[in-house]
DNA sequence: ATAGGGTTAG
């Protein structure tokens, strides 16, 4: 039987129906009816417990001897939902309730959407919603569900809206997925008044809401999150994971380190999970702390949580910014080839690109799309980048034409920015210029970011003035933009246009970001500013960075004044050469370490020409293998070269 | 009936 064919109810019954709804928006008791007859299940109940799929066949049969109820079908259609698989019996059966008239039953017509919105017939489910005379919030939330695993934020949205304009209101079933949508959106405004809803309503302290409106709070609200998980009266491991996941994912990578520690630590009843490592690997990766990493790789391979594809995909993230991409790979070939879907290529063919491996991104990409997954919008950024900074600039063009045709995905503004970055860094600025004139969608501030960057490399005032005016606009706040272009007019010895850019900066009051470098030893993240002097070893450090210059040079360094102008930051510019972060980190690092460990550091910022000449020599007199991440990508420096090949 | 998870340029 079709939907359409059913027949609207007559009036004395759609009042019945109503009286029915409003009785059973609150907790049904168990034997009470609302029929004037009693429930056919008092009087021989077809299913005395919960039914079982195998009794499905004979109970379906045996229904039509019991008068018509909605109690009868209740417990079927909550099966079948749990069920997956099962929509075609449960059409059938939809059908036969309506062929019963019970279709207009509040909490069955509930239950039926329920089975169709968790089998993702959307539409269905929403005729239903249409259909009932008087909808409940059981209803609404069984739609919402539905819309947010398988339809839009949008949608979800709107539903939500409308069951505000019934009266009808939200619970603990409906908030966790508003809030996950009001993320996903990105909306603000949203986000805080279904917020302000769940804290009138007071269920933030709910177990479910609690850990959504944790989780789903923005970077800088993370106090907020902070009282509200303090303020729990009770916490399992989603609590736990959910506050650890919010600092990972907002950039407070110590944050989230310190909250595993005390979960495990604490004496809590509560232990970690799968979930709980796959939201805790991507703080080590933050913060490149791999020794970190692995003691959380051992953890997980302890507890048997390192065979979850979910989590392994992490470890390949977290070993390949940690610096050690032979273990990123190693984790990848572990990971189950059913279950290599297209993130896990994505971490891969990312790991080879931040490592300046493109042959090798290239290769992954190939053998993703020959073992059958389809890549996405991140595939191709990763994959263009790789081009990008390997030089595979015919290649990496190929790959971008080919994408929307061949791989149906359409062209976002990180990968005009990846190949504006591969034409501009081979020199071809032109072209690159042409193709930002030539987009059809509007070019983000990345786009005239990496043209602005390449402009700097190749000296062209031009073009870079052209750029730089154009972030001006778009991120106004950025200081990087500002002191590159202001570095370019000191090139070429325009100095009244370089105060001029001071003065603005100043006038607006934007202050630069500052150098920062970091290196782990023995588990420990020592970091360093330019010129910083406040680490309990400064006194060491220094004696041998003055030491350093001379010691290069017998092995044939010159310094790369150049860069105390063309530096990408002005304040590193100011600084001693010889102080710059990262060498104060590979100082302490020689320092503290034994002979031949390898040292691997990581910088905020781009690293300087003249620590990039300075570190291959470096680790040339000291054979030592010296592992840089730059905001860019990865410098392996050994015997007096690096894996950049200076294509940087 | 519900919550927490992995991949993204410069």
Same mark, same amino acid.
């Given at each position: ?34 029929? %004037? ?46 069920? %997956?698989?099962?929509?075609? =019996?449960? *059409? ?33 489910? !929403? ?5 009932? %005379? ?41 908030? %966790? ?16 008044? &279904? ?15 609690? !850990? ?14 902070? +009282?509200?998980?303090?303020? =729990?009266? !009770? ?9 650890? !996941? ?14 595993? +520690? ?48 979910? &989590? ?112 501009? *860094? ?64 000191? +090139? ?5 246009? &370089? ?29 360093? =500013? ?40 002005? +304040? ?5 050469? $010889? ?13 503290? $370490?034994?002979?031949?460990?390898? =040292? ?5 910022? *781009? ?23 730059? &905001? ?5 420096? *050994? ?10």
């Amino acid at each position: 039987m079709k939907f359409r064919k059913t027949k609207a109810p007559s009036l004395a019954n759609q009042n019945r129906i109503y009286a029915a709804s409003r009785h059973r928006s609150s907790p049904r008791p168990p034997t009470t009816s609302l029929h %004037p007859s009693p429930s056919p299940l008092l009087l021989s109940n077809p299913y005395p417990s919960k039914p079982k799929l195998q009794d499905l066949p004979t109970l379906l049969k045996s229904l039509h001897q019991f008068p018509p109820h909605p109690d009868l079908y209740i417990p079927i259609f909550q099966l079948l939902t749990r069920t %997956p698989g099962s929509l075609r =019996l449960g *059409r059938q059966l939809h059908a036969h309730v309506t062929l019963r008239g019970l279709q207009y039953d509040a909490v069955l017509a509930a239950r039926i959407a329920a089975m169709y919105s968790s089998s993702g017939d959307l539409r269905v489910a !929403s005729l239903l919603l249409r259909h009932t %005379p008087h909808p409940s919030s059981l209803l609404f939330n069984a739609l919402i569900r539905g819309h947010s695993l398988y339809g839009t934020p949008e949608g979800t949205l709107k539903l939500f809206d409308e069951m505000l304009y019934l009266g009808l209101l939200p619970d603990h079933f409906t908030f %966790p997925f508003v809030l996950k949508c009001c993320a996903d959106i990105g909306s603000v405004p949203f986000g805080q008044s &279904v917020h302000s809803q769940c804290l009138r309503r007071g269920l933030e302290k709910d177990l479910y809401v609690g !850990s959504s409106l944790i989780r789903y709070m923005k970077v800088g609200n993370f106090k907020a999150a902070e +009282e509200l998980f303090a303020a =729990l009266p !009770s916490r399992n491991i989603v609590s736990w994971t959910a506050m650890i !996941s919010g600092y990972s994912q907002n950039g407070l990578a110590d944050r989230a380190l310190a909250l595993f +520690e005390e979960m495990r630590q604490g004496g809590n009843d509560v232990k970690p999970n799968w979930v709980t490592i796959a939201s805790v690997l991507p703080a080590c990766s933050h913060s490149a702390a791999l020794k970190r990493g692995e003691q959380i790789h051992r953890y997980a391979g302890a507890m048997g949580f390192d065979s979850h594809p979910v &989590v392994q995909i992490a470890l390949v993230a977290m070993y390949a910014k940690c610096g050690s991409l032979v273990k990123a790979r190693h984790c990848f070939d572990r990971i189950n080839k059913k279950e290599r879907d297209v993130i896990a290529w994505n971490a891969l063919i990312t790991a080879y690109a931040s490592h300046g491996r493109g042959v090798e991104a290239v290769s992954a990409f190939e053998d993703m799309v020959t073992s059958g997954v389809r890549p996405n919008e991140i595939t191709f950024t990763a994959l263009l980048s790789g081009c990008s900074h390997s030089g595979l600039v015919d290649q990496g063009l190929r790959y971008f034409n080919c994408m929307r045709m061949v791989h149906s995905v359409e062209l976002r503004s990180e990968h005009y920015a990846c190949v504006v970055d591969l034409l501009g *860094r081979a020199g071809r600025l032109g072209e690159a210029k042409e193709m930002i004139d030539q987009m059809e969608i509007d070019a983000g501030p990345s786009v005239w970011g990496a043209l602005l960057s390449s402009c700097r490399i190749h000296h062209n005032l031009e073009i870079g003035e052209i750029a730089a005016k154009k972030l001006f606009v778009l991120e106004p706040e950025n200081s990087g933009n500002h002191v590159l272009l202001s570095n370019m007019y000191a +090139e070429f010895g325009r100095w009244e246009e &370089v105060k001029k850019i001071r003065a603005l900066l100043k006038d607006r009051g934007i202050r630069k970001s500052l150098s920062c470098s970091w290196i782990e030893i023995n588990g420990k993240v020592n970091a360093f =500013l330019c010129g910083d002097k406040s680490h309990p070893q400064a006194a060491g450090i220094y004696i041998f960075l003055e030491d350093l210059p001379k010691k290069i040079k017998a092995a044939g360094y010159v310094p790369d004044t150049n860069f105390v102008l063309h530096d990408v930051s002005e +304040e590193e510019k100011e600084c001693n050469l $010889t102080m710059h972060s990262e060498k104060l980190a590979i100082a302490f690092g020689l320092l503290s $370490t034994s002979p031949g460990a390898v =040292l691997r550091v990581t910088k905020n910022l *781009r690293m300087c020409g003249d620590c990039h000449l300075a570190i291959k020599f470096i680790s040339k007199i000291y054979d030592r293998e010296i592992i840089v991440r730059d &905001v860019n990508r990865f410098h392996h420096f *050994r015997d007096g070269l690096c894996s950049c090949g200076d294509y940087w």
